[in-house]
């Protein structure tokens, strides 16, 4: 699919990817300034290295944009997409002009964005490029920067808490007890103690939280 895709861009006559030039054109500008390309087309990102990459995945929030790991040192169109879903994580870059690809996955959760280092050091191996990043050390401090926010989050829910100084009775769990079936998903049963097999393969688990509100976990359970 990848040296589909490579090959539909340049060839106008493909009938079978025939809008691949249309979906990874620059269609709107990504964190204006930059001197470089930095754009987004129709679910790709274009960079034009050296620059800042991973705008769109889960690593990026842990640096300021002026702080960003830089990935090259030469002049380089790089086209990339990223996704995730509970459980799995996808990273896949284009280069037109070498007609190369790089395609990372993974299927567990970590701290950080395993694909997103992974595929970048493959790039950087892949070009010889001498950038100077050392992904062992970006992986683990952006670990420990995660950790960090986890950290800061259980602070504010705690101050959240403390700040009720005359809280609402809660509604009894009984309440809430029933079946949810919103549209386009299998639904989810409510318990109070216990759970039904949708909640298990949901990962839904409600907990009381303050008042009337409940919250959830979402983790990833293997079929």
Request: proline share 5%.
């Amino acid at each position: 699919m990848a040296l589909a895709t490579l090959n539909a861009i340049d060839e106008s006559d493909c009938k079978v990817l025939e809008e691949i030039p249309n979906i990874i054109s620059k269609h709107a500008a990504i964190l204006n300034p930059s001197v470089r390309e930095r754009s987004y087309g129709f679910g790709w990102t274009r960079i034009q290295l050296p620059g800042v990459v991973g705008i769109i995945g889960g690593n990026f929030p842990l640096w300021s944009i002026k702080d960003q790991p830089i990935l090259g040192n030469k002049n380089l169109l790089m086209l990339y997409h990223q996704g995730s879903i509970v459980g799995y994580y996808t990273h896949i870059a284009l280069f037109p002009d070498t007609k190369s690809a790089v395609i990372a996955l993974s299927s567990s959760i970590a701290l950080s964005d395993p694909t997103d280092w992974m595929l970048r050091a493959k790039i950087q191996a892949l070009f010889d490029f001498e950038d100077g990043q050392d992904y062992v050390k970006l992986v683990v401090e952006a670990n420990s920067r995660q950790i960090a926010q986890y950290a800061t989050l259980a602070r504010q829910v705690s101050l959240k808490l403390e700040s009720c100084a005359d809280p609402v009775k809660s509604i009894p769990l009984e309440a809430f007890v029933g079946r949810y079936s919103p549209i386009r998903t299998k639904g989810t049963e409510v318990f109070v103690g216990g759970h039904s097999r949708n909640q298990l393969e949901a990962g839904d688990s409600l907990r009381h939280k303050e008042t009337d509100l409940y919250t959830r976990n979402i983790t990833y359970l293997p079929p």
